[in-house]
């Protein structure tokens, strides 16, 4: 691999953390502004399957990300990625009605399921494994101020200017992405690449499920929950405390998450990865029980400052955990395992949490609460025998 010094800073990690924050910032600046959108056009009640189905795509897709990233090359699935990104946000002008738009949600996601599987494979690549943590925080950094930036962008060019324009500068960041990462150095060895075929999408179950993984996938299966929850119902809780802009608590979370993420990396790089995540399932607790009683701005704000703080520690840990456990010949698998992990807590928890929704904020509590008590069960479980015996080695 390409590990050649104890320096994580180089021109190639530095292009991959800009590509990276330009493609968040390109789906992320349209969550906020969806819900209204698909109301306007007859489908308020299917608010939970925005999220939804964007993670039923990716989560479906990270097996044939993972595969081809093990065999293709990290580089183009990452631009396969933000070509999707890049392609739908011309094609939602175009949509009149419920179904088109459900569906156009559906394609999105092959987006996340095959940017960041390749990323991480590329960062692992590139990085000593001494400073794993630090890099997954430092490019989790640069991933958050798009996340950051991007939803409160998308509601004041929404509000400024109209929808279309909104779904064309999500394009364009997307563009930017991919002419970035056309200038990359490909970190799978020459020996190990294949020519792209029909053969290279054929998936088998060792595909699918990489076991040596599954502490990790279980830790972001049941904390991952809790963002498809707030994707979904931050809009109308920021509308129900007269808050103008939506995309509020996605601005206020992430930023609490920057300095966080290269915190938690460094001393998860030190002490081990398992001590760092109870702190981070901890404060998802704490964040949620916040999220669930915020009926004013403060306690709002202090739910996004506890919710950033959880995502700065849960995220770019669980990556190197995921990196950590696997075989370095099988990085895609497991990263797709992980990632398939992640993609259905965050659809189950959009979808679960709009269904107790029902529209009515009397019943937004219920569903923070629940997202609450899947954060503490991730908890337990890393107090559980099997997780321990793990952390003397990691």
Not at 14 to 42: H, Q, R, T
Not at 228 to 251: M, R, V
Not at 327 to 344: F, P, S, V
Request: net charge positive; with cysteine; hydrophobic share 50%.
């Amino acid at each position: 691999m390409e590990q050649q010094s104890n320096s994580i800073f180089s021109l190639q990690y530095w292009l991959l953390c800009i590509s990276s924050l330009v493609f968040f910032a390109s789906f992320n600046m349209l969550i906020p502004e969806l819900p209204d959108y698909l109301s306007k056009l007859g489908g308020a009640e299917s608010k939970g399957l925005i999220i939804s189905l964007f993670t039923l795509t990716a989560g479906f897709s990270r097996p044939f990300s993972g595969r081809l990233t093990d065999r293709i090359g990290r580089v183009p699935v990452m631009a396969f990625g933000s070509l999707v990104c890049f392609v739908c946000g011309f094609f939602y002008p175009l949509v009149t009605s419920v179904f088109p738009f459900l569906f156009l949600r559906l394609v999105h996601g092959f987006s996340t399921g095959f940017k960041p599987t390749g990323t991480a494979a590329y960062i692992a690549d590139i990085v000593p494994a001494n400073r794993r943590g630090e890099a997954m925080g430092m490019h989790g950094l640069m991933s958050s101020f798009g996340m950051a930036f991007g939803p409160a962008l998308g509601s004041w060019i929404a509000d400024t200017f109209s929808m279309n324009v909104l779904f064309h500068v999500s394009s364009l960041f997307a563009l930017i992405s991919i002419a970035i990462l056309y200038n990359m150095k490909e970190t799978l060895p020459k020996e190990q690449r294949e020519k792209f075929s029909a053969n290279s999408l054929k998936v088998t179950q060792s595909d699918i499920f990489d076991p040596m993984v599954l502490p990790a996938a279980i830790v972001m299966f049941l904390t991952a929950f809790s963002f498809g929850a707030i994707a979904t119902l931050s809009p109308d809780l920021s509308k129900s405390i007269g808050l103008h802009n939506k995309g509020l608590y996605f601005l206020i979370y992430t930023l609490a998450s920057l300095f966080i993420r290269i915190v938690a990396g460094k001393v998860s790089d030190k002490n081990g990865r398992i001590p760092v995540l109870r702190w981070g399932c901890f404060a998802l607790v704490i964040a949620m029980g916040f999220t669930a009683m915020a009926h004013n701005v403060y306690l709002f704000v202090i739910a996004a400052i506890f919710f950033g703080i959880a995502q700065g520690v849960l995220s770019p840990i669980v990556q190197a955990w995921t990196i950590d456990l696997c075989d370095e010949h099988n990085r895609g698998r497991a990263l797709a395992t992980m990632y398939i992990c992640m993609e259905a807590g965050i659809g189950l928890g959009a979808y679960l949490s709009a269904e107790i929704y029902q529209n009515k904020v009397s019943q937004m509590p219920y569903a923070f609460m629940i997202m609450a008590g899947l954060a503490t069960l991730a908890f337990a479980y890393l107090f559980t025998g099997k997780v321990r015996r793990m952390k003397a080695a990691f």
